[in-house]
């Protein structure tokens, strides 16, 4: 399978963490993971190690158990394991507990250390079983069938489609990738899970999502919901109406019939939808909420109309326009982790929530609907005295409170600003009985930016704050409007964080406005 292999073994101390392990590819683009600490403290964290280390000190490290390594360049007598990292992971952990020190783990030290078994179970890991593989690509075939094929040891879609994006840095296209893994997984698989990662790093990197939306994301990637996103653009009623979304021959993404400005809306509105609101999921049988779904999605791109905004059709483009993703995959990444050593070969992640990644004790989070950097204007007390107190209330405990606030600080900012400015007469006569009313304001703001903000240098500001007040007005003041909230299930955090988002992106916007005078002319 390999060609020349060798059976070994090796001592623990000369086995190192492969930094390539595509489990970490998604982390370390989002430069996560920096030291073998921080990848220890990941690894503990989301994949399941807590149990092998109980396995170990239970059972001992059994024999049979191989290691598959290749040798590190930059050190003759050290080993870089390809495959096992999370069986080296608990070995690491049980020869040196003081790893997990300063982590959220500190306090397994002392039970792993007074373990009746420790000093028997160290014994059996001071050397372990190794097949030496020459390289990389040596290992390349089993690790592909083992981890993305085969119903053992499965990784979850991201880091699948992350392994294949590696190997195109190897390889000039998707067909000779596969024929490098001896066309052991479909065509379609393949393109399947590039396409799911391309667009989760395509949302990582969005300039319309806020820092703290993208850390969500990437603090649980492995379970991001882009599969709703992806089941989306598959439609074909998605491919006429709104843009279709392909895969080049060398698996990049290709976008047409819309820009790139309209594009990164877009899947920025499906991004908070599938993880944050949760509008957007995996089950879109209902054709008639699909389709008003998509009458969003068009108020958005008729924003963006300017004709150097298309794109060029990529020339490489892929006709083959086949994805595969099956559910089970994606299940496969929720399954509670059990104990045992036995289970290492199945990829059954623990649940921990929202992990740290840095290695630092984790505190409970007090979440404010407004960040204290947010400035305070000085000219308005009402005003004020809403900033002051968006700041101090807790969005986990006062969630209506929060809801409620955000609604009425938005319409208090937007009121001041049309009331000093020379538009205002213009709005009087547009809103008519709706005056000052949160919709009439939004729409006005929407339609009317330019003429409020004349002398804004850059024009794609107007896009992305227009962009804000159209997505606040379609979904955020529908929860905001605690009446007509649904009365399906209880008001949740993440739809407070999805108004939060907003509110925050318009305040910094709105309020430096004010405090500089700045008006329509």
């Known amino acids: 399978m390999f060609g020349k292999i060798n059976l070994t073994t090796k001592a623990l101390s000369t086995l190192q963490l492969d930094t390539s392990n595509p489990r970490l590819l998604g982390y370390k683009k989002q430069g996560k993971l920096q030291t073998e600490k921080e990848i220890i403290t990941l690894m503990m964290a989301r994949y399941g190690i807590k149990e092998l280390i109980n ?84 290992a390349r075939t089993y690790i592909a069938s083992k981890h993305t094929k085969e119903s053992i040891k499965r990784w979850s879609v991201y880091t699948q489609g992350a392994y294949y994006i590696d190997l195109l840095s190897e390889f000039d296209d998707i067909i000779k990738l596969r024929s490098s893994i001896n066309n052991s ?13 391309r667009l989760t790093d395509q949302i990582l990197e969005l300039p319309t999502l806020s820092q703290e939306e993208k850390e969500r994301l990437v603090n649980d990637i492995d379970n991001i919901r882009t599969e709703a996103i992806f089941r989306l653009i598959q439609r074909q009623d998605f491919k006429s109406e709104i843009a279709n979304i392909n895969l080049n021959k060398q698996g990049e993404i290709v976008v047409r019939k819309i820009g790139q400005s309209a594009y990164n809306h877009i899947l920025a509105k499906l991004a908070r939808d599938a993880n944050f609101t949760k509008k957007l999921s995996t089950r879109q049988e209902d054709d008639k909420k699909i389709d008003e779904y998509l009458k969003e999605l068009k108020l958005i791109i008729n924003q963006f109309s300017s004709v150097e905004d298309k794109v060029i059709e990529d020339e490489n483009e892929d006709e083959d326009a086949t994805f595969d993703l099956n559910d089970s995959d994606i299940e496969a990444e929720n399954v509670d982790d059990t104990v045992g050593q036995d289970t290492d070969d199945q990829e059954q992640y623990s649940v921990a929530p929202e992990p740290q990644i840095r290695p630092v004790q984790k505190k409970k989070q007090h979440l404010s609907l407004l960040k204290k950097s947010t400035p305070f204007i000085y000219i308005h007390a009402k005003i004020d005295e809403l900033v002051l107190e968006s700041k101090t209330v807790n969005i986990n405990k006062h969630k209506h409170s929060a809801i409620l606030l955000s609604r009425t600080l938005i319409q208090v900012v937007l009121s001041y600003i049309i009331k000093c400015s020379s538009q205002h007469q213009n709005y009087k006569r547009d809103s008519k009985h709706n005056y000052l009313e949160l919709d009439s304001l939004l729409s006005f703001f929407s ?66 406005k004010i405090i500089s005078g700045h008006q329509a002319q």
Do not use: W
């Open 55 to 138: 396995s170990i000190l239970s059972n001992g490290f059994y024999p049979d158990e191989i290691l598959y390594a290749i040798p590190d360049e930059n050190a003759s007598n050290k080993r870089i394991i390809v495959e096992g990292n999370r069986r080296l992971t608990a070995c690491k952990i049980i020869k040196k507990p003081n790893l997990l020190k300063g982590t959220t783990f500190s306090n397994l030290i002392t039970k792993i250390e007074r373990h009746p078994n420790y000093n028997a179970a160290v014994e059996t890991i001071k050397k372990l079983h190794l097949v030496e593989l020459s390289n990389r690509s040596a």
């Open 447 to 512: 339609n009317n930016i330019k003429n409020i903000f004349p002398d804004e240098e850059d024009n794609n500001v107007y896009k992305l704050i227009r962009s804000d007040l159209n997505s606040y007005k379609e979904s955020g003041k529908l929860i905001s409007n605690l009446v007509t909230h649904s009365d399906q299930h209880a008001l949740t955090l993440q739809e407070v964080i999805h108004v939060q988002v907003k509110l925050q992106s318009l305040m910094d916007y709105f309020l430096p």
């Open 185 to 197: 997984v479909s065509m379609s698989r393949i393109r399947g899970v590039i396409l799911f990662t």
